[in-house]
């Protein structure tokens, strides 16, 4: 078992044995959506696979009660996401890829923070005049690896996934305002994102999916420097920021600087 509380600023323990956390009677879960083999395999480099079962697990709008109110007003939410150490083929587990529409303002899609473990965030940005023309030419992709505590900042008109490329659970909080699922059509010829994230002669490695032509090189972000940028505090969880200063979050997803 392992107690999350003093990572997170809630109440919450995970159970390693049976892959699933325990929930204090004083939190607030809206649904938990857990995410199988078959539904992200349009984003796999081998599509072959049967195992794992399952891929990870999202824990929807997860609040303490005393604490849902002051969210709602601002109208930001909350996920845990939790992603065991499996590979599906030899790549890493990943979540679903995420988007954000392009914004005539640059500004923030979520925060994400690694609450335990790692978490590697890949993202990338489409050209946005050719956004809905073509949804496969990309301009600038880039790679952030969080340890506990680090926080990851994704700019709105990028799409992205949350790997998991160690031998333990990663646990992630997500912070958000509106929350979209890449619609995988829009990617269907690509099989995914321009680069995967796989496991070759133990280590890890970041390969371009051979689908895309034209694929920028991978910038490689420090999670320091984006914290930095944003003013955000390792040593505090996420969950507690946001609800020391809810304005200073409706703000970062207001006006958000791109990817450096």
Do not use: W
């Given at each position: 078992?392992?107690?999350?509380?003093?990572?997170?600023?809630?109440?919450?323990?995970?159970?390693?044995?049976?892959?699933?956390?325990?929930?204090?009677?004083?939190?607030?879960?809206?649904?938990?959506?857990?995410?199988?083999?078959?539904?992200?395999?349009?984003?796999?480099?081998?599509?072959?696979?049967?195992?794992?079962?399952?891929?990870?697990?999202?824990?929807?709008?997860?609040?303490?009660?005393?604490?849902?109110?002051?969210?709602?007003?601002?109208?930001?939410?909350?996920?845990?996401?939790?992603?065991?150490?499996?590979?599906?083929?030899?790549?890493?587990?990943?979540?679903?890829?995420?988007?954000?529409?392009?914004?005539?303002?640059?500004?923030?899609?979520?925060?994400?923070?690694?609450?335990?473990?790692?978490?590697?965030?890949?993202?990338?940005?489409?050209?946005?005049?050719?956004?809905?023309?073509?949804?496969?030419?990309?301009?600038?992709?880039?790679?952030?690896?969080?340890?506990?505590?680090?926080?990851?900042?994704?700019?709105?008109?990028?799409?992205?996934?949350?790997?998991?490329?160690?031998?333990?659970?990663?646990?992630?909080?997500?912070?958000?305002?509106?929350?979209?699922?890449?619609?995988?059509?829009?990617?269907?010829?690509?099989?995914?994102?321009?680069?995967?994230?796989?496991?070759?002669?133990?280590?890890?490695?970041?390969?371009?999916?051979?689908?895309?032509?034209?694929?920028?090189?991978?910038?490689?972000?420090?999670?320091?420097?984006?914290?930095?940028?944003?003013?955000?505090?390792?040593?505090?969880?996420l969950y507690s920021q946001v609800l020391k200063n809810p304005e200073k979050f409706v703000k970062l997803m207001e006006?958000?600087?791109?990817?450096?």
């Amino acid at each position: 078992m392992i107690d999350l509380t003093s990572y997170l600023g809630i109440p919450i323990e995970y159970d390693n044995r049976k892959d699933k956390l325990i929930l204090d009677e004083n939190i607030n879960v809206c649904n938990i959506e857990i995410t199988n083999t078959e539904e992200v395999r349009p984003t796999l480099l081998n599509k072959t696979i049967k195992y794992p079962d399952y891929v990870y697990t999202e824990y929807r709008k997860l609040y303490k009660k005393t604490d849902q109110d002051k969210l709602a007003k601002y109208g930001l939410k909350h996920n845990l996401i939790v992603i065991p150490p499996n590979l599906l083929g030899i790549e890493f587990a990943k979540t679903h890829c995420y988007t954000h529409p392009h914004e005539d303002k640059p500004k923030a899609s979520c925060v994400l923070e690694c609450v335990y473990g790692v978490m590697t965030v890949v993202m990338q940005s489409r050209k946005p005049k050719e956004f809905n023309k073509d949804p496969y030419e990309i301009f600038e992709v880039g790679l952030v690896k969080a340890k506990r505590g680090e926080k990851v900042v994704v700019p709105c008109g990028y799409d992205f996934t949350i790997v998991n490329t160690r031998s333990q659970v990663s646990v992630i909080s997500k912070i958000y305002m509106h929350d979209f699922r890449l619609d995988y059509r829009t990617i269907q010829r690509e099989q995914g994102l321009a680069y995967y994230v796989i496991r070759k002669n133990a280590r890890q490695e970041n390969v371009i999916n051979p689908k895309y032509k034209d694929v920028p090189k991978l910038k490689k972000i420090k999670a320091h420097d984006v914290m930095k940028a944003y003013k955000l505090d390792a040593r505090t969880s996420l969950y507690s920021q946001v609800l020391k200063n809810p304005e200073k979050f409706v703000k970062l997803m207001e006006i958000c600087l791109p990817i450096k």
